[in-house]
């Protein structure tokens, strides 16, 4: 048996601001810094304890990473960081406020772009404010203008394929530090949940989800490590 801890990244800033962020690296809010610890306190205490781990290439999902390894005592574990973890992108609402983008394009516009399945918002100009393409960390990357979360979805399965279900194969224990919707792509796919459940389907900060494994194959119900 194996485990996979699920932990979607404390409070943000733009979290705190109510802005879309999606790929844009913003730093954690003081309180995004403790539930981040909380949450390997929560695996110390529980006695679910990761031998590897993962992220993707945003400070906020890698700073609770360390914040949470560090609390449970865990710093010296291998990590990987990945963009293909990173958030959804969220195109050209990246930035803006979503209550100022309700009032401008109505509720149900704003519900369409940010929890249909298969609509992206309207893409990211070329040379906009928060335009990745010169990033770094992205050379040789064709970085995104948008995605929906179908779109998100077919980027994050492979790599879990190819790159994270070998290794819970192996037995170790995988803590997985991400963000919302690839988070929810990844629970989608391992809790079979269909493309209309899952637009309604929330990750909470800073609370590690369970998995358990028997080689590749998930053993029962995903379950909040609060509740255990």
Same mark, same amino acid.
């Given at each position: 048996m194996s485990k996979l801890i699920l932990v979607r990244h404390g409070q943000s800033e733009?979290? $705190?601001?109510?802005?879309? /962020?999606?790929?844009?690296?913003v730093d954690l809010t003081e309180k995004g810094e403790t539930e981040a610890r909380e949450a390997g306190e929560l695996m110390l205490a529980k006695g679910v304890l990761p031998t590897l781990a993962f992220t993707s290439v945003q400070k906020r999902a890698i700073k609770t990473l360390n914040l949470a390894l560090e609390a449970c005592d865990r710093l010296w574990i291998p990590v990987t960081r990945d963009w293909h973890l990173n958030e959804?992108?969220?195109?050209?609402?990246?930035? $803006?406020?979503?209550?100022? /983008?309700r009032d401008k394009h109505g509720d149900e516009q704003v519900h369409i772009w940010r929890r249909s399945f298969d609509i992206p918002p309207p893409e990211l100009e070329q040379g906009s404010e928060f335009d990745l393409s010169d990033d770094p960390r992205y050379a040789g990357v064709d970085v995104p203008r948008t995605e929906s979360l179908?779109?998100?979805?077919e980027r994050?399965?492979?790599?879990?394929?190819?790159?994270?279900?070998p290794r819970l194969g192996q037995g170790e224990t995988v803590i997985i530090s991400a963000h919302g919707n690839s988070l929810r792509a990844l629970v989608k796919h391992l809790s079979n949940i269909s493309d209309e459940e899952i637009t309604g389907l929330e990750i909470p900060t800073?609370?590690?989800?369970?998995?358990?494994?028997?080689?590749?194959?998930?053993i029962g119900e995903r379950y909040y490590l609060k509740d255990s």
């Open positions: 733009w979290n $705190l601001a109510n802005r879309f /962020t999606g790929w844009w690296d959804r992108h969220y195109g050209r609402l990246t930035g $803006l406020n979503k209550q100022e /983008t179908k779109l998100t979805i994050v399965l492979p790599y879990w394929e190819e790159a994270i279900l800073g609370q590690p989800i369970i998995y358990e494994f028997d080689g590749t194959q998930v």
